[in-house]
């Protein structure tokens, strides 16, 4: 199993094998994220072979911060990210540093 935690809150899980690494990052399935955890970020960015990012703000649990930009996913990827990945990956979701995945 694999698992995102923020301050010993487990923020997303999933199956190890149900996870995406792209460029180093897990992404988790969308269904495996805790949207209460996620708020949407108003940051554009536009990865070169990946296509238009979302970015979220994730709220810490154990102090209610709001942490800016530490999750991401592609809500609707090039087609060749696709090929290039291997896999469909629209809207998995990665986590920043902050946030411990471990799998």
């Known amino acids: 199993m694999a698992t995102a935690t923020l301050n010993g809150t487990v923020i997303a899980e999933a199956p190890a094998e149900d996870i995406i690494h792209i460029e180093g990052n897990a992404y988790f399935p ?56 291997g896999k469909d990956f629209s809207n998995y979701v990665a986590f920043w540093k902050d946030v411990q995945v471990t799998e």
């Open 30 to 85: 969308p269904s495996s994220v805790k949207a209460e955890f996620l708020e949407n970020s108003p940051t554009p960015y536009t990865c070169p072979w990946k296509g238009e990012c979302q970015y979220f703000s994730v709220k810490d649990p154990a102090s209610g911060e709001l942490l800016q930009d530490r999750a991401w996913s592609y809500p609707t990827p090039y087609p060749t990210a696709f090929d290039r990945v």
